[in-house]
């Protein structure tokens, strides 16, 4: 079964500080892996790596997926108290899985003014 | 504009009753998602619908039924509701599959 962890669980840090949040992965035919922000309601998209695109970068947030270590790093710099979050981190299958998502349980992470 | 909408927003309801959940996307995807989000915030896909056909059929009791009248629209019918189906249900959808998934703000279904 495909499986997904995320660590720290939670995190609480002061705005101005930088954190990186982990993820690891065990999964048949590795095709993808998102990384998602949930405040209050939905999950909003952030990044998806490839094996064609193992960097990604976006203002204040970049995230690394390290194939050969099944894993991925999001990493937040100069943190604000918007930045306060559940960070989920999520790998696609392929083949007939095509598609599916497996979510971790996600790290909390509090931003203190 | 609202991407992906469910409704209703919040739903309680006494067990054994049967209810419905609606989700309809703008966004011209064609393949839609259900998800269940429990107490302790994992998110596990129930469904998939590409182009209105079942592509994902996770483990799900069969009282969990969903029907896609269209591409833009994936419907979760529940009957015999029990306790242990208190849960968020996020509605989701993606350009096709394999694509990033856009989801809607979840329905909060508490059972009595």
């Known amino acids: 079964e495909d499986k997904v962890v995320q660590s720290p669980l939670s995190l609480v840090v002061h705005e101005g500080d930088t954190v990186t949040l982990n993820c690891s992965y065990e999964v048949t035919n590795f095709r993808s892996l998102l990384w998602y922000k949930q405040e209050k309601k939905a999950p909003t998209f952030l990044f998806m790596l490839t094996s064609s695109g193992i960097e990604k970068k976006s203002g204040r947030l970049s995230s690394i997926l390290d194939k050969k270590e099944l894993s991925s790093i999001l990493n937040i710099t100069a943190t604000q108290t918007g930045d306060s979050a559940i960070y989920l981190c999520?790998?696609?299958?392929?083949?007939?899985?095509?598609?599916?998502?497996?979510f971790g349980q996600g790290t909390i992470l509090t931003v203190h003014p | 504009d609202t991407a992906v909408s469910q409704t209703p927003k919040y739903l309680v309801t006494q067990m054994g009753n049967d209810k419905s959940i609606k989700c309809e996307q703008n966004l011209g995807h064609d393949t839609m998602y259900w998800y269940k989000q429990d107490s302790k915030k994992f998110l596990k896909i129930m469904f998939s619908y590409n182009n209105k056909e079942l592509i994902i059929n996770e483990t799900v009791p069969n009282r969990f039924s969903p029907k896609s009248p269209d591409k833009a629209h994936l419907n979760l019918h529940i009957n015999s509701l029990e306790l242990g189906d208190s849960a968020v249900y996020f509605c989701?959808?993606?350009?096709?599959?394999?694509?990033?998934?856009?989801f809607g703000d979840g329905t909060r279904l508490s059972i009595l």
């Open positions: 989701a959808s993606s350009l096709w599959e394999g694509q990033p998934q856009h």
């Open positions: 999520a790998v696609e299958a392929g083949g007939t899985s095509y598609g599916k998502l497996t």
